[in-house]
């Protein structure tokens, strides 16, 4: 019954391998977002895409590749992942791309690198 | 560019007292502002919003939000704390656009002792 659901909850991994977080929403939501918390508590947008579309593309390396098989899932890949990429990663989605749109959030991943 | 200032870092309070939380923006624009809460271990869920209607917003679990534009402030606040309010608080803003983005403050955490 969960709203949004990610998967794995923590991932632990050393420098250089290439990993993947995965996404599920059932609230039948257009629009997914992933956002990344850092140590300082921080949350910063990633991407966001509406309907399988990329809208947003914050600044990030391009070793980080969202998927979106279908409007329910964004899933995230990480090359080469490096000790910077440690951080907690949030899914959220919402019903659209509203500016007051209240956003739903997974209970997050905590990605360690090594 | 818009952004958010969480004033205090931690808050503590007793439980049955008041509870404050301050937050300042900067906005060219009349923002949508919102505050989110973060408990332990779980993602972010909505307290309220404010999106240009009543300035005093009232949210879930008691809490209650004035938008001030004079002040440039959108405070949180709850006559009386229980324990369980005791979680990271983030005051966001939604910049203009066509899509969202929201901008979150660095958040405080409120304490609440016995």
């Known amino acids: 019954d969960t709203a949004v659901s990610q998967t794995p909850k923590y991932l632990v991994t050393q420098m250089g391998n290439d990993k993947s977080i995965k996404c599920e929403q059932n609230?039948?939501?257009?629009?997914m977002y992933w956002y990344k918390q850092d140590s300082k508590k921080f949350l910063k947008i990633m991407f966001s895409?509406?309907?399988?579309?990329?809208?947003i593309n914050e600044t990030v390396p391009n070793r980080f590749s969202p998927k979106s098989p279908d409007k329910a899932h964004l899933n995230l890949h990480i090359n080469s992942l490096e000790l910077g990429d440690s951080a907690v990663y949030f899914c959220?989605?919402?019903?659209?791309?509203?500016?007051?749109?209240?956003?739903?959030f997974g209970s997050g991943t905590q990605l360690s690198v090594l | 560019a818009q952004s958010v200032t969480q004033l205090d870092s931690h808050v503590s309070v007793s439980e049955g007292t008041p509870v404050l939380l301050r937050c300042n923006y900067s906005?060219?624009?009349?923002?949508?502002l919102f505050w989110y809460v973060q408990h332990p271990n779980k993602g972010l869920q909505l307290l309220l919003k404010y999106t240009s209607a009543a300035t005093l917003v009232k949210g879930i679990n008691g809490f209650e939000a004035e938008f001030k534009k004079s002040e440039t402030s959108f405070h949180l606040t709850k006559p009386s704390a229980h324990m369980s309010d005791a979680a990271e608080y983030f005051c966001?803003?939604?910049?203009?656009?066509?899509?969202?983005?929201?901008?979150f403050g660095t958040g405080t955490r409120l304490l609440v002792s016995p």
């Open positions: 906005s060219s624009y009349s923002p949508s």
């Open positions: 609230l039948g939501h257009d629009t």
């Open positions: 959220a989605s919402s019903q659209s791309t509203g500016l007051a749109e209240k956003l739903f």
């Open positions: 966001v803003v939604s910049p203009p656009g066509s899509f969202q983005k929201l901008v």
């Open positions: 895409y509406n309907n399988k579309e990329l809208i």
